[in-house]
């Protein structure tokens, strides 16, 4: 899975969301259907914390590189 993000990286989600990179999980999992490689990631207004498959992520979230 190719994925070019580090933690503490801030993305915008299409819905305006400022979200931080927290870290990556289930890297290396060998059964990717039940755990997925994922990105856990925060909220910036109010912390809430998420989780979402890498294959997902660049459908929702865009690169923020001045924040």
């Not at 933690?7 to 979200?19: A, E, I, L, R, S």
Request: proline residues 6%; hydrophobic residues 40%.
């Amino acid at each position: 899975v190719l994925f070019r993000s580090k933690p503490f990286q801030v993305w915008k989600h299409k819905n305006g969301d400022m979200y931080e990179t927290i870290m990556l999980v289930n890297m290396d999992s060998e059964r990717h259907g039940a755990y997925p490689p994922s990105v856990v990631y925060i909220r910036l207004k109010d912390l809430t914390t998420w989780c979402r498959p890498i294959m997902l992520w660049h459908d929702s979230f865009e690169f923020q590189e001045d924040a």
